[in-house]
Every structure is written in structure tokens, then in C-alpha cells.
């Protein structure tokens, strides 16, 4: 069982920025690939950014492209998500997620999903 932990989240500015946190309860963190997936009302959950299980590779979406950095923490069992120059679009709950094969923008390769944390850019 992989348990996943969003913390982080809040109400800034926009311009302002955020760092997300999503610890991992798990034995081994290290072979998995990590996501970070966005969901604003009404609209379905959407890619923002991944990384490999080696770190080797990031990818992003082109919305936050320049803006937003992945990273992880092996060690911690912790994947995080840096958040500059927020726009009142980014405003979503913020899920990351764990998996071991498929594809690092689609939600059904995902094998596991934290809460949540809600992310709120004012204008």
C-alpha cells in the first residue's frame, strides 16, 4: 500500500508562489515516476508536471511551463512542486501521484493519488 500526502497548498497573490509537498508512505520511493495533476471546478484533472524515478527526466505541461519546477527527495520519500509567477488560472486542487509504467500525462497510468491541496491565486 502507497499512501500519498499533498501539503502546501493555500490563498497567495497573483505573482506569488508556492512550494507543494507530497510525501510518500512506502518502503521503496525511488522506482516510482511521480506526477502532479491540477482539477479546477468543472473541469477534469489535468497533467502539470512529472518526473522520472531517477529524476533523469522532467516534463511539463505548456500552462506552467517556465514557471513551475518538479523535484524529489529520494531520501525524504518526497516529490515536490515549485510554484512561481501564479496566475488566478492556476487555481486548482493540486493531486500528485505515483506510478510504475504508462504514460506520465494521462490520470489512468497513475497507480496511486494523494487527497489533495487547494491552491487559490487571487487577482
Known amino acids: 500500500q502507497v499512501r500519498l500526502v499533498e501539503s502546501g497548498g493555500g490563498l497567495v497573490q497573483a505573482g506569488g508562489s508556492l512550494r507543494l509537498s507530497c510525501a510518500a508512505s512506502?518502503?521503496?520511493?525511488?522506482?516510482?515516476?511521480m506526477g502532479w495533476f491540477r482539477q479546477a471546478p468543472g473541469k477534469e484533472r489535468e497533467f502539470v508536471a512529472a518526473m522520472t524515478s531517477n529524476g533523469g527526466s522532467t516534463y511539463y505541461a505548456d500552462s506552467v511551463k517556465g514557471r513551475f519546477t518538479i523535484s524529489r527527495d529520494n531520501a525524504k520519500n518526497t516529490v515536490y512542486l515549485q510554484m512561481n509567477s501564479l496566475k488566478p488560472e492556476d487555481t486548482a486542487v493540486y493531486y500528485c501521484?505515483?506510478?510504475?509504467?504508462?504514460?506520465?500525462?494521462?490520470?489512468?497510468?497513475?497507480?496511486?493519488w494523494g487527497q489533495g491541496t487547494q491552491v487559490t491565486v487571487s487577482s
Open positions: 512506502v518502503r521503496t520511493f525511488s522506482p516510482y515516476a
Open positions: 501521484g505515483a506510478h510504475l509504467s504508462g504514460s506520465f500525462y494521462i490520470v489512468s497510468s497513475y497507480d496511486y
